[in-house]
């Protein structure tokens, strides 16, 4: 089914690990992003991404990284896990003023 | 810069009654509004969305929202609420058109009593 692809669902780190959070879309949407969600304060943007090779900060993007090497692919990193980063991660994308289509969600827990 | 102010962390409503969901924006261009519906444990489902065409916008399951430019307001209301629209609403601001980052407000959760 064409969609937003997120995985893994379920992630536990430990402190000072690193991670790739993987997200694929399958709508040649040019507009990517990232948000995290935790309770009280909503989804807060990471990351974005108007088109492979072009990337941008978000309101909350410390601690993470990503790349636009292809339009499917929008791949978010966690160099080095913190405990402040336990939350849900959401991939998004949209094309022509459809709206944002979400991915599930990847759960993460740093302990 | 763009923001989006959802009023009433809780709402709880009788099924049957009118749902309003409150929600204020501040954008210096026009913007594109939106609003999400979140079920437990689930992604995030567009209801519907305003993109400077009516102002009065119908979306999925019976709710819909009206676009106020004086009164810098997007409300969501249906009806009458049933069970299963029991959920976590969210609304959002994209500001300089369809493509552009969108930015949300902190959520509604809305319970509905039987």
């Known amino acids: 089914n064409a969609g937003v692809t997120q995985t893994p669902k379920f992630q536990v780190l430990k402190t000072g690990q690193s991670m790739t959070l993987q997200c694929a879309q399958d709508?040649?949407?040019?507009?990517m992003s990232w948000y995290r969600q935790d309770p009280g304060m909503g989804l807060r943007l990471i990351h974005y991404?108007?088109?492979?090779?072009?990337?941008d900060q978000g309101e909350v993007p410390n601690g993470y990284n990503v790349s636009r090497s292809t339009t499917e692919d929008f791949p978010l990193r966690l160099l080095s896990a913190a405990p402040s980063q336990t939350s849900v991660y959401f991939c998004?994308?949209?094309?022509?003023?459809?709206?944002?289509?979400f991915g599930s969600g990847t759960r993460l827990t740093v302990v | 810069a763009q923001s989006v102010t959802q009023l009433g962390s809780h709402v709880s409503v009788s099924e049957g009654a009118l749902v309003l969901l409150r929600c204020n924006y501040s954008?210096?261009?026009?913007?594109?509004l939106f609003w999400y519906v979140q079920y437990p444990n689930q992604g995030l489902q567009l209801l519907l969305k305003?993109?400077?065409?009516?102002?009065l916008v119908k979306g999925i399951n019976g709710f819909e929202a009206e676009f106020k430019k004086s009164e810098t307001s997007f409300h969501l209301t249906k009806p009458s609420a049933h069970m299963s629209d029991a959920a976590e609403y969210f609304c959002?601001?994209?500001?300089?058109?369809?493509?552009?980052?969108?930015?949300f407000g902190t959520g509604t959760l809305l319970a509905v009593q039987p």
């Open positions: 998004a994308s949209t094309g022509t003023g459809n709206g944002y289509t």
């Open positions: 959002a601001v994209s500001p300089g058109g369809a493509t552009n980052k969108l930015i």
């Open positions: 954008s210096s261009v026009p913007p594109y």
């Open positions: 991404s108007v088109g492979a090779g072009i990337t």
């Open positions: 305003y993109t400077s065409a009516a102002t």
């Open positions: 709508m040649n949407h040019e507009y």
